[in-house]
């Protein structure tokens, strides 16, 4: 059994996970327009996040989910900041 090598590499959050949970999180601070853009952006980031959080060497599904639905949250949001600013 000395020739068996185990190789372990530790895993890593995706890119995409990152930017989709910043920018889900960065969706609530600004306008309605850059908000509605920058959860489009959350949105689209977070499922390529959990797609590829599926490889055996890559985190970030739990990231990505919690962008995709702060990214539904941040919709509303801007959809609201739209609708208080016409009025």
């Not at 959860?39 to 499922?47: E, H, R, S």
């Not at 970030?60 to 941040?74: D, E, P, R, T, Y």
């Amino acid at each position: 059994m000395q020739g068996c090598r185990v190789n372990s590499s530790k895993a890593s959050f995706s890119i995409a996970s990152i930017v989709a949970i910043v920018a889900a999180l960065v969706s609530f601070q600004v306008g309605a327009i850059l908000g509605l853009l920058l959860a489009a952006i959350a949105f689209v980031c977070g499922l390529v996040g959990l797609l590829l959080a599926m490889a055996p060497r890559t985190r970030g599904g739990i990231l990505s989910i919690s962008a995709v639905i702060l990214s539904f949250i941040g919709v509303i949001a801007a959809v609201v900041k739209a609708i208080m600013w016409f009025f």
